[in-house]
């Protein structure tokens, strides 16, 4: 991710408050101002150099700041809203929040925003250091991710779930996987095997084949993961793609309004339909919740409602979004304290009756 700040100091000002300070006291603060924004100095490396004491200095730099004579100017690149994503972060308890300018079409069915998962890319490059286990879950917003990718530290790169098989679907998320172990220079686990199954028993026997097993058993190893999240609309949750309408609309009837890894979540982040997981081939709940660093990538206003139900789970502990969708979490009512930074379970652990 791409951020650079700007700091200009300057000898003389044109600004009527500097030219109080008499011109000794100008060329002292401009002296002390580039040691310490420019060349990195502490306040006492400065006190030592000029024989005053580093109290003298925190005076002069606030001094220099207040006439003018410092300047400090903080610039990101025109796609990203740090004012947005810094309230986006605070408000949820993130450890980074990430936000781009909405496409010129913000209507509630357009798309993902495109420029997401080069953003991701961009952070992940800075989220991964060496001998970390990335894990990639299944979503167009984690393989156009993948796809942008241009730096990795050597690390190990695991599938987090299967593929989403239905007919013409996509078959991205293994391409996902070698596509970062190719840029970092490390190990692929990819899973050759669909998401969800017809039962069951045909699930339970396919994670215990030898590639799929071998996956899973990285499952408690990884550091980083990038995931994406749905809402419970067709097109846009590719569990919801993958069910019957029976099936939809008894999902439906529990409240299901958002899906992340094929787990399903109510509208207050706490987990519905966990009977569905026995037939999926996808991390548990529980294994992501242990997840040092999860981070989401999803956008475009369809989702939004869905959005905020995933940060409320405690499962998700970053984000890369949209502006449209930053304005509509914060305006959010957000129970509890900061759920993101607490990792917690909106159930405390139990299973409600029907879930």
Known sequence: ??????????????????????????????????????????????????????????????????????RIEIRVPAELDAERSDALRARYGLRHAVVVESPA?????????????????????????????????????????????????PCTVVQLTGVYDAGTAERGSVEAVRRAAQVSGGDAHPIYAPMLLPDPATAAALRNQTGIARAFEYFDKVTVAAVSIGSWEPGISTVHDMLSDEERAHYASLGVAAEMSAHLFDKDGRRVGRDLGERCITVEADRLR?????????????????????????????LVTDTAVADYLLTESVPGARPALERADPDDGAIASGR
């Open 1 to 70: 991710m791409n951020s650079s700040e700007e700091i200009a100091v300057s000898g003389v000002s044109a600004g009527r408050s500097a030219l109080r300070m008499g011109p000794a006291e100008l060329v002292q603060a401009a002296a002390m101002a580039r040691r310490f924004y420019l060349e990195g100095k502490s306040k006492i490396q400065i006190a030592e150099e000029f024989g005053v004491s580093r109290f003298k200095v925190a005076r002069v730099l606030e001094t220099a700041l207040e006439r003018d004579l410092v």
């Open 105 to 153: 079409d913000t209507a509630e069915d357009a798309p993902d925003p495109e420029n997401l998962g080069a953003v991701a890319a961009d952070l992940l490059g800075e989220l991964v250091s060496e001998g970390d286990v990335l894990g990639l879950a299944w979503g167009r917003s984690t393989i156009h991710m993948a796809a942008a990718l241009h730096r990795l530290p």
């Open 290 to 318: 242990r997840i040092p660093e999860v981070v989401a990538i999803a956008g475009g206003l369809r989702k939004a409602a869905a959005i905020g139900a995933v940060l409320r789970s405690g499962l998700v502990t970053s």
